[in-house]
């Protein structure tokens, strides 16, 4: 099925571990997003892509780094994990035509640990 | 800066009452606006959208929702809900021609039987 499909789905780090959280969509979307979510705070945009090989940074950049080096794959990466970091993480695509955005398709998340 | 706001942060609701989620928004110009749902241990699912034109926009599940421009308001709605609307609701929006989406805090709905 055509969608956004993130791995890992569950991972527990110690504090000072790094990981990389892989996003892809077969939706030839050009945009791409990672957000998390905390409880209470809804979904805060970590960085986002507008196409293959941009990277831009959103609300809550620090601590993470992506890469957009395929149009259909979105890294997040934690260099250092801080407990802080503890969160559901989800990935996004969308499809724009000019200034209207026809919906984002969200992956099934990815719920991080860190000890 | 721009935001989102969601009035309610928890609902709890018998099965055949009627929902109204509110939500506004800090913008002048632009937007497209979204609702979305959060089933328990789910991803994020759109309900409906609102891009231009007719501001009574249905959705999916017999949700609905109205743009009020003057109010900066997209408030959610459903005549009836069931047990299985149990869930988060979320509202979204983009602002102009940012390629961000901007999402409130959320709203936990509760239906009891």
């Known amino acids: 099925n055509a969608g956004v499909t993130q791995t890992p789905k569950f991972r527990v780090l110690k504090t000072g571990q790094s990981m990389t959280l892989l996003c892809a969509q077969d939706m030839n979307h050009e945009y791409m997003y990672w957000y998390r979510q905390d409880p209470g705070m809804g979904l805060r945009l970590i960085h986002y892509?507008?196409?293959?090989?941009?990277?831009a940074k959103g609300e809550v950049p620090d601590g993470y780094n992506v890469s957009r080096l395929k149009k259909q794959n979105f890294l997040l990466g934690l260099e250092s994990a801080a407990p802080s970091q503890t969160s559901v993480y989800f990935c996004a695509s969308s499809y724009w035509s000019g200034i209207t955005n026809y919906g984002y398709t969200f992956g099934s998340g990815t719920r991080l640990t860190v000890v | 800066a721009q935001s989102v706001s969601q009035h309610n942060h928890h609902v709890i609701l018998s099965e055949a009452a009627s929902l109204e989620l509110g939500c506004n928004y800090s913008y002048g110009g632009t937007v497209n606006l979204f609702w979305y749902v959060q089933y328990p241990g789910q991803h994020l699912q759109l309900l409906l959208k609102y891009f231009s034109g007719d501001p009574l926009v249905k959705g999916i599940k017999g949700f609905e929702a109205e743009f009020i421009k003057s109010k900066f308001s997209f408030n959610l709605r459903k005549p009836s809900v069931q047990w299985s609307d149990t869930a988060e609701y979320f509202c979204a929006v983009n602002l102009g021609s940012s390629y961000k989406l901007i999402f409130g805090s959320g709203t936990r709905l509760l239906v009891r039987p």
């Open positions: 892509s507008v196409g293959e090989g941009t990277t």
